[in-house]
């Protein structure tokens, strides 16, 4: 299965990336490098939340019901007139349900290293939330999902598949970092191509990108 940082290299996710840039504001410069480290940062804390049987339920039946994947179907259209203030309210309340008390501090540390405030950074999750949970619930459709381990090897497989517990606990950290920014710091280093250390998420993401 292809990473969801392979995603973001596709034809879909340039749209992605175009349109979020241009619904917010912001460079698509900037704004791709948010999304490269956001991303699998929600992947792995929604991950974490599907490790426990209600949280595992609370999230298959939200891509059973809202999140069916069919946002993927008209991009152009979700950002031709502006995205609707219903999808935005909706990222928001996944942000704040996926990341809990740690939203702030994700979204500060994300924007410190992309160079961009936080109120910024949190526009441009509100707008990728929905985005990213469309393109779990088309996954696990395609791949018939239906309980909480399918639902746990679906997000594995996207954060890249047998991923070394090495890799892992480098997002774990970040988001049980105790809030100074220096661990997500660290770690945007490495999917910016900043620490050229080979090994932990940097050779996960590198493997993701496909080596560049």
Same mark, same amino acid.
């Given at each position: 299965?292809?990473?969801?940082?392979?995603?973001?290299?596709?034809?879909?996710?340039?749209?992605?990336?175009?349109?979020?840039?241009?619904?917010?504001?912001?460079?698509?410069?900037?704004?791709?490098?948010?999304?490269?480290?956001?991303?699998?940062?929600?992947?792995?804390?929604?991950?974490?939340?599907?490790?426990?049987?209600?949280?595992?339920?609370?999230?298959?039946?939200?891509?059973?019901?809202?999140?069916?994947?069919?946002?993927?179907?008209?991009?152009? !259209?979700?950002? !031709?007139?502006?995205?609707?203030?219903?999808?935005?309210?909706?990222?928001?309340?996944?942000?704040?349900?996926?990341?809990?008390?740690?939203?702030?501090?994700?979204?500060?540390?994300?924007?410190?290293?992309?160079?961009?405030?936080?109120?910024?950074?949190?526009?441009?999750?509100?707008?990728?939330?929905?985005?990213?949970?469309?393109?779990?619930?088309?996954?696990?459709?395609?791949?018939?999902?239906?309980?909480?381990?399918?639902?746990?090897?679906?997000?594995?497989?996207?954060?890249?598949?047998?991923?070394?517990?090495?890799?892992?606990?480098?997002?774990?950290?970040?988001?049980?970092?105790?809030?100074?920014?220096?661990?997500?710091?660290?770690?945007?280093?490495?999917?910016?191509?900043?620490?050229?250390?080979?090994?932990?998420?940097?050779?996960?993401?590198?493997?993701?990108?496909?080596?560049?």
């Amino acid at each position: 299965m292809a990473g969801i940082l392979d995603l973001l290299g596709s034809d879909l996710g340039k749209t992605i990336i175009s349109g979020v840039a241009g619904q917010t504001g912001q460079d698509e410069n900037k704004t791709s490098s948010v999304l490269t480290m956001a991303l699998p940062v929600l992947m792995q804390a929604m991950k974490r939340n599907a490790s426990t049987p209600q949280g595992a339920e609370g999230l298959l039946g939200a891509l059973n019901s809202k999140h069916d994947g069919s946002i993927l179907d008209n991009l152009g !259209g979700l950002f !031709g007139g502006g995205v609707d203030s219903n999808v935005i309210e909706d990222g928001s309340k996944i942000l704040g349900h996926v990341l809990g008390g740690k939203q702030q501090h994700v979204e500060s540390a994300l924007g410190a290293k992309a160079g961009m405030d936080a109120g910024s950074v949190a526009q441009i999750l509100k707008v990728a939330a929905p985005i990213l949970m469309g393109v779990l619930g088309k996954q696990s459709r395609q791949q018939n999902v239906n309980n909480s381990s399918g639902i746990e090897g679906l997000l594995g497989g996207l954060l890249g598949g047998n991923s070394k517990q090495q890799e892992q606990s480098f997002l774990e950290s970040i988001l049980d970092a105790d809030g100074d920014g220096s661990v997500i710091d660290d770690v945007a280093g490495m999917v910016l191509g900043g620490n050229k250390k080979k090994g932990g998420l940097g050779g996960l993401l590198g493997g993701l990108f496909g080596g560049k």
